[in-house]
C-alpha cells in the first residue's frame, strides 16, 4: 500500500492548514488638516485609487472646515486625534475624556461620518491603562500601528520606500504623516509594489471588519520582491 500524500499525514498529525494572511493594507495619517500638503496628499490618494484613514486634529479641522469635508468626500474615513494634540499620559482620564468629546463635536459634523466618534489615535502613540480606559468607556476603539516608516523625522523619499517595503506585514496599519512631503512623493513608488504582491488598499474599519483584532496581532511578514513602474 502506499503511503498517504504528505498533505494529508500533515492535516491528521496537526489538523487543517489556517488560511494564508489577508493581504490588506490600511495607510493612516495622522494630525492636520494642512492648508498645503493635504491636499496635495488627497489629490495623490485620489488619482491612485487608495482610500486612507486620517486621524484628525479638532482645532485644526476647525480652522480647515473644507479640507476636513473634502477628505470625507473623496471616500476616506477619518479618525479621532483629540482635539489639541495633548500628550494623553499625562493628563486625567476626565480631560482624555474632554479632548476626544470636543474633537468629535467638530469633526462628525464637518465630515458627515460617524467614525470620528469610534476610531480614536492617542497623539504620539502615549497612552496609559487609564487612557485606554478612558477611551474605550466613551466608546472608541484605540488604534495603534504596526508600522511606523517615521516620515515625523526628516527623511527621503527612498528611505520611506524602503522602509515600507522592507517591513511589509500582512495585514498592516502603517502610521504616516498628513505634513510629509517626502510621503506624498513615496505615494506612487509603493502602492504599485504593495499591489503587485497582492495587497488590496483598505480603510481601518474595512481591515478590522475583515479580519479582526487578533487577525491584525497575527500578521506575519512579507517579503516585496515585485518593482513595477511608479503609477502616476
Known amino acids: 500500500m502506499l503511503d498517504p500524500p504528505l498533505s494529508r499525514r500533515w492535516r491528521a498529525i496537526f ?11 490600511a495607510l493612516t495619517f495622522d494630525d492636520g488638516p494642512y492648508p498645503v500638503t493635504t491636499p496635495l496628499l488627497l489629490d495623490r490618494l485620489h488619482d491612485l485609487g487608495v482610500p486612507a484613514t486620517f486621524f484628525l486634529i479638532g482645532d485644526d479641522a476647525k480652522r480647515y472646515p473644507e479640507l476636513t469635508r473634502r477628505i470625507a468626500e473623496y471616500g476616506n ?3 479621532n486625534h483629540t482635539y489639541s494634540h495633548p500628550d494623553l499620559d499625562k493628563i486625567t482620564p476626565q480631560q482624555v475624556t474632554a479632548e476626544l468629546t470636543e474633537a468629535k463635536d467638530t469633526l462628525v459634523p464637518l465630515s458627515g461620518e460617524r467614525s470620528p466618534a469610534r476610531l480614536m489615535r492617542p497623539p504620539h502613540g502615549r497612552f496609559t491603562e487609564a487612557t485606554v480606559k478612558a477611551a474605550q468607556a466613551a ?4 488604534v495603534l500601528w504596526s508600522d511606523a516608516p ?3 523625522h526628516p527623511t527621503t523619499t527612498e528611505q520611506l520606500t524602503a522602509h515600507m517595503l522592507k517591513f ?3 495585514p498592516e496599519i502603517a502610521i504616516l504623516h498628513s505634513g510629509s512631503l517626502p510621503t506624498i512623493e513615496m505615494l ?3 502602492v504599485p509594489r504593495f499591489r503587485a504582491a497582492g495587497y488590496r488598499f483598505v480603510t481601518v474599519s ?3 471588519r475583515a479580519v479582526g483584532p487578533q487577525g491584525i496581532n497575527d500578521r506575519v511578514h512579507i517579503e516585496l520582491k515585485t518593482d513595477p513602474q511608479p503609477e502616476r
Open 188 to 190: 506612487p513608488q509603493v
Open 77 to 79: 474615513e477619518i479618525g
Open 150 to 152: 517615521g516620515d515625523w
Open 139 to 142: 466608546g472608541y476603539d484605540v
Open 168 to 170: 511589509a506585514t500582512a
Open 206 to 208: 474595512q481591515l478590522v
Open 15 to 25: 489538523g487543517p492548514r489556517g488560511a494564508p494572511p489577508a493581504r490588506l493594507i
